[in-house]
């Protein structure tokens, strides 16, 4: 059984049920109908006793996946339609919850841009692969979004502050920061992927990926491990730049650069969304139902469609930002993570 659309290839070969994203020239980004696709997908395999595990790759050597597909839902928001973007990602985190709960090993073997969708597609099964031109990364506050697909939960779980560093840079993870973070589990050079995939389809079995590692080198976040956790460890965005700019170290003065032309209000929310998760029951569906409250009202009440407009659609990368002095009201924070009530995400 192979479904093939120009985005996808859904196939069970041997004992593994295989996806493979075919979109290389889009950076295999991610459309509301493949996240369905996959969906339906991993339904169907549940119960079929040939698919011992699933496996999912991707075309081309620059992205697994680069993120959501949001230039048509920014298109959709600008004609008055809403409920395009939110249907998108209510069924892109039911996605990411059936990756994570899943029953069968799921293994993905993540070469060059795993960003955002990317990372709610590959970083919450069973064996996450990476490879020496890995680079793994939640960028949202780049486009006025906060970290989603799960993302929050893995962040809340990364050690330390690193959570806090990650959503407030966009910092890109290489292979031995991505296994240190806790988004990926082997680092496996990526000439080997071929041979230890048919593997996998032949024997079925997931734990043959624990022989073929290697060792990574020391991951620069383990090395900033201190200092990010000095930094980091306030309760709110503002104590976090209080803490930035008193500090006047070199590392500090460059993370203030970084996140200078960042979503400040992306920022705040995100910080405190790491925040709730790490006082609460931690769990994916708390994360992902906490991220949907801020994305179902993005489009309208932050700064999504306006840092979508500048770094996607005319590419200047002059977005006019809600709160450019970075000083975000508390309440503008609390609004934007109220209860959905009827519209609450559910699984």
Same mark, same amino acid.
């Given at each position: ?11 069970? !070969? ?7 994203? !075919? ?7 991610? !459309?509301?109908?493949?996240? *369905? ?19 999912? =790759? ?33 069924? &892109? ?65 990364? @050690? ?29 050079? *990526? ?19 624990? *022989? ?7 991951? @620069?976040?383990? &090395?900033? *491990? &201190? ?11 503002? =104590?976090?730049? !209080? ?28 910080? &405190? ?50 709160? @450019? ?13 109220? @209860? ?8």
């Amino acid at each position: 059984m192979a479904e093939e659309n120009s985005d996808l290839l859904i196939r069970v !070969t041997g004992h593994a049920g295989r996806i493979t994203l !075919t979109r290389p020239k889009a950076l295999n980004a991610l !459309t509301h109908q493949m996240c *369905q696709q996959i969906d339906a997908a991993l339904v169907a395999w549940l119960d079929d006793p040939a698919v011992k595990l699933v496996v999912i =790759d991707a075309q081309g050597d620059k992205a697994f996946c680069a993120g959501g597909d949001v230039a048509g839902i920014y298109h959709a928001a600008q004609a008055g339609d809403l409920q395009a973007a939110r249907d998108f990602w209510r069924d &892109e985190y039911r996605m990411n919850a059936r990756i994570f709960g899943y029953p069968k090993p799921i293994v993905s073997f993540m070469q060059g841009f795993v960003m955002g969708g990317g990372v709610g597609l590959g970083c919450h099964g069973t064996h996450r692969v990476v490879c020496e031109t890995s680079q793994v990364a939640m960028p949202e506050a780049v486009i006025g979004l906060i970290p989603d697909v799960g993302g929050t939960l893995l962040l809340a779980l990364a @050690p330390g502050r690193l959570g806090e560093y990650i959503a407030m840079t966009a910092y890109r993870m290489k292979a031995s920061d991505a296994l240190y973070a806790g988004f990926a589990d082997h680092l496996i050079p *990526q000439d080997k992927w071929p041979a230890l995939i048919a593997a996998l389809e032949e024997s079925g079995d997931a734990t043959r990926l624990d *022989q073929d590692g290697t060792k990574p080198d020391l991951a @620069p976040l383990a &090395e900033r *491990q &201190e200092e990010i956790d000095r930094l980091f460890d306030g309760e709110s965005l503002a =104590d976090i730049l !209080t803490q930035l700019q008193q500090s006047g170290s070199d590392f500090a003065k460059d993370v203030l650069k970084r996140i200078s032309p960042h979503s400040a209000l992306s920022m705040a929310v995100s910080v &405190e969304v790491l925040h709730r998760l790490r006082g609460t029951q931690l769990s994916m569906e708390k994360a992902l139902e906490m991220e949907y409250r801020f994305t179902y009202r993005a489009q309208e009440m932050a700064d999504f469609q306006e840092g979508v407009r500048a770094q996607l659609i005319d590419k200047d990368r002059q977005p006019n930002w809600k709160y @450019p002095d970075m000083q975000v009201p508390p309440v503008e924070v609390s609004n934007l993570l109220l @209860p959905l009530g009827d519209n609450t995400l559910t699984f």
